[in-house]
């Protein structure tokens, strides 16, 4: 008798932990509302994300930033183009980017062919520049410029180095630096204050 509360427990907090992920994934959908438009929908985003749309050759074509969980924008026709373009979601910890395909007649995501890049988390601690990188980054390249725009360091990582990272940064003059990531094609940019 006893197994079977504990095992009915079990199955019950197992069904409110699947209720609660759920419930907390995001939705995206792309759907042609007349002729002219598209309404691009999105539940559970994450506050601050930039939304752009771009075509093949990189050319931004859409941008917004979310400002509620919840994003609902119109999105005219003219101002896209017909054929394949990407949709990116860029927040602070990672960009997402999903093929879109747009005609006269239709809109269309490609969930299934998206990409995930997982951004590095970094921060400055008692004249240390910490770099946390996730188990599954795509390798990167580091350059850390002066607001002089003269390169104060540079490195490259490998997708097998990973975890934290510690750089001293005491003898760098106080100010701002820009460290500029790069991945797979793609460039991220973080800015930190040294004290």
């Not at 019950?12 to 759907?31: C, G, Q, W, Y």
């Not at 400002?67 to 054929?83: P, V």
């Not at 599954?136 to 607001?147: A, E, F, L, N, S």
Request: aromatic letters at 8%; zero cysteines; glycine letters at 4%.
């Amino acid at each position: 008798m006893k197994t079977r509360i504990t095992r009915t427990l079990i199955a019950m907090l197992l069904m409110a932990i699947t209720v609660t992920a759920n419930a907390n994934e995001r939705s995206i959908s792309l759907k042609k509302e007349d002729s002219n438009s598209v309404v691009l929908q999105m539940d559970n985003v994450e506050e601050g994300t930039v939304i752009s749309i771009k075509n093949k050759k990189g050319k931004l074509l859409f941008k917004d930033k979310a400002k509620r969980s919840q994003y609902i924008r119109k999105i005219k026709l003219n101002t896209l183009e017909s054929g394949q373009l990407s949709l990116e979601l860029e927040n602070d910890a990672s960009l997402e980017v999903l093929p879109i395909e747009v005609s006269n007649s239709f809109a269309e995501i490609k969930k299934n062919q998206s990409e995930v890049y997982v951004k590095p988390i970094v921060r400055v601690q008692q004249e240390q520049l910490q770099l946390f990188l996730r188990a599954d980054h795509q390798g990167y390249y580091i350059k850390m410029t002066d607001r002089f725009g003269d390169t104060v360091y540079r490195e490259e990582i490998s997708t097998e180095d990973h975890g934290l990272k510690r750089y001293d940064v005491s003898n760098l003059p106080r100010g701002r630096y820009n460290i500029k990531f790069k991945a797979a094609g793609r460039s991220f940019n973080q800015s930190i204050y040294i004290k």
